[in-house]
């Protein structure tokens, strides 16, 4: 059995940001997830770079880490429970005026990462530049590609960077794991465009045996300024070859506390 978790952190823009990642650190000792993905993962852009970097997976490119890192603080204070994860970090914009945006995979097997620039801009200025981090790791024995994503509207560039993000995962015919805030809530164009890939995957919130939970943003939040729905915009999607046995929304109060303005999904697969 395995157990994935994915959720835009929000990370340092979130009020009381070092309570929230305790919580979160905190629920993936007691869940044990085998993967983790994160979006929105920030630093300071002028804060003191890093001197020890334990178990990150570097990709040429990317800004060196600093000591604010979210990942990194995230990663370290795992280690103080006794839990050692591999890491790596795509970086995708200057976000808020302050912060270098990205986003994280936390994987207990080894990770062979890259950063798939998906959109038309490739300029940190511009907050439309996106990557997807893609990582190579073994998951119940199998190889698989997993990805963390932070993608945009379905009229503001998904098409787009789905179209180059597919032709890429398509390519290097492995078993994929998509994770992430895709921005496009269950139903709609990107949605569905997702769901008819030439990937042939599969929404964990669908396929589960056990689902709980409908919906990963509620009012209006930052991308979603006027919204009055319950949408679910954070999904995972595969084409992994084993039973999906729960797919339940996380962060949202009940049984985890709210550490973002984004719910998070939880998926456990089996043998």
């Known amino acids: 059995m395995a157990k994935l978790v994915t959720i835009n952190t929000h990370s340092w823009m979130e009020e009381n940001p070092l309570e929230k990642l305790e919580q979160l650190a905190q629920a993936i000792v007691k869940e044990d997830y085998d993967i983790i993905c994160l979006q929105e993962v920030n630093q ?6 890093a001197p020890q970097l334990d178990g990150y997976c570097e990709i040429k490119g990317s800004p060196a880490i600093h000591e604010d890192h979210y990942a990194l603080n995230l990663v370290r204070r795992l280690k103080e429970y006794g839990r050692d994860y591999n890491w790596s970090w795509a970086y995708n914009h200057i976000g808020y ?8 995979i936390l994987a207990k097997a080894e990770l062979a990462p890259q950063a798939v620039l998906v959109s038309n801009a490739d300029d940190e200025y511009d907050y439309h530049t996106r990557r997807a981090l893609v990582a190579e790791t073994i998951l119940e024995g199998k190889k698989v590609q997993v990805a963390s994503l932070h993608l945009s509207w379905w009229d503001k560039g998904f098409q787009e960077e789905w ?7 398509v390519a290097q015919k492995l078993p994929v ?4 805030d895709f921005n496009n809530p269950q139903g709609n164009q990107g949605y569905k465009r997702i769901m008819d890939s ?3 995957l599969r929404d964990s919130h669908v396929a589960a045996e056990e689902v709980v939970g409908d919906h990963t943003i509620q009012a209006d939040i930052d991308g979603w300024e006027g919204n009055q729905q319950l949408l679910k915009v954070d999904h995972v999607f595969t084409n992994l070859d084993l039973p999906i046995k729960k797919s339940i929304v996380v962060f949202d109060g009940k049984e985890s506390p709210v550490i973002s303005d984004h719910f998070g999904v939880m998926v456990e697969i089996t043998r």
């Open 198 to 200: 030439l990937l042939s």
């Open 177 to 180: 794991i998509l994770m992430g």
């Open 163 to 169: 179209g180059r993000l597919e032709g890429v995962l």
């Open 44 to 49: 300071e852009i002028h804060s003191a770079l």
């Open 97 to 104: 005026d302050r912060y270098h945006e990205g986003v994280a």
